[in-house]
């Protein structure tokens, strides 16, 4: 239980880095770890499926075009328009709106007891793939067809057609 709290701690630690990081890049960095940090705590409470799809998903996709597409633009001091009062006293309300929600969801630590798993192989990969391939084999293979042919799709409309040119 220790290094469920250890994990915990540094996922919000992270999670403050990423808010409060100056560099973009960094950022985004601090996100990754933030990512690694709730993909130890999924396969810790049993839940590896999740766990392989944060790091692959997440981790693996989303951030590194994050990254790519950070690194592509130009992030200037002086390409950076002006924000009005407006904007700025909106960003306050919404921060104090936060303060009162997370205040609020604090008050209530420790008052309920942990769940308890009646099957301990809940979360486990094996008894998905028995599902998805006993009960859900004809959506998951018309979701494969489809997903093909939305990939040929994008292939045939992303390449020029030599007559045009």
Sequence with gaps: MSIFYFIAFLSILFAVL?????????SILYLILTFFTFTIQYVLLNAQFLAIVN??????????????TLMLINLNKQSEPMKSNLVKIAAVLGGGC????VVASLKAVGVSQPVLLKDPGLG?????????????????????????????GAVLLATKDPKTT
């Excluded at 990423?18 to 960094?26: D, E, Q």
């Design 124 to 152: 486990l990969v094996k008894n998905l793939g028995k599902v998805l391939f006993n009960e859900f084999l004809l959506p998951f293979e018309i979701s494969s067809l489809l997903l093909l042919s939305a990939m040929v």
């Design 98 to 101: 936060l303060l009162v929600v």
């Design 18 to 26: 990423v808010i409060s990081a100056k560099n973009p890049v960094h």
């Design 55 to 68: 790091f692959i998903v997440y981790m693996g996709a989303i951030l590194v075009l994050f990254l790519y």
